[in-house]
């Protein structure tokens, strides 16, 4: 909650940095240089950094791009995620399902597909524990984003706590990233339940099957 809030609040600040630049440069207040230099480091270079704290600390050029021509325009409500999604087109960056969606409505869509996900489940004859995890795992997500608790960056560290324990990797770097972020976006996210990675659950249960055999 308060994480994500602070972060979004930031935004907030480097697009009123950087507009607010803009408009002294064309209305000729204060010194030239210095509001240049405002718009540098709202609009190229905190979220140049941001962007590359986000892949890992690894430079991947179509990234690095699309941060550049959104700059803090992704901070916008509303229309943040629509602009992320035009950048990533042309940048050729990834853009992912539900960008174009408007930031307050995601949480609305995920509870939905939650509640279809619980009716599909009640109705199934065959239950696994997998499917069990993924609507438990899905609700979880929805409802996390209704009441401002951070779900995914705490099941993004029990999974890579559960992968390490296995022996399924050795990069501790995994209890911070994502396969998908640590692969450079090489590896796809798996269809299902959270998206970026398997479960816990899922990962504990290969874990055992590959030590039994």
């Known amino acids: 909650g308060k994480l994500a809030t602070m972060f979004q609040t ?38 140049s950094m941001f962007q590359l704290t986000a892949d890992a600390f690894e430079y991947r050029a179509e990234n690095q791009l699309k941060a550049n021509l959104l700059g803090p325009l992704n901070g916008i409500l509303w229309a ?41 489940l009640v109705k199934s004859e065959d239950i696994t524990p997998e499917d069990v995890w993924d609507t438990v795992d899905e609700m979880a997500e929805a409802g996390s ?20 324990l296995t022996g399924e990797t050795e990069d501790i770097r995994r209890l911070i990233y994502t396969p998908y972020a640590l692969s450079g976006g ?5 269809k299902g ?21």
């Open 10 to 47: 930031s935004q907030n600040q480097y697009y009123r940095i950087a507009s607010g630049a803009v408009r002294n440069l064309k209305y000729g207040r204060g010194s030239k240089m210095e509001n240049l230099k405002k718009l540098y480091v709202s609009w190229s270079l905190l979220p």
């Open 80 to 120: 943040g995620n629509a602009f992320s999604a035009v950048a990533s087109v042309f940048s050729g960056a990834d853009r992912f399902g539900g960008s174009v969606t408007p930031g307050p409505l995601m949480a609305v869509d995920d509870m939905l597909d939650a509640m279809d996900k619980v009716v599909k």
């Open 145 to 164: 984003k209704f009441v401002g608790a951070p779900y995914k960056p705490f099941k993004t560290v029990a999974t890579g706590a559960a992968e390490l």
């Open 186 to 190: 090489k590896k796809k996210r798996p």
């Open 193 to 213: 339940v959270g998206g970026e990675d398997q479960g816990v659950l899922d990962v504990l249960e290969e874990g055992r099957k590959d030590s039994a055999t």
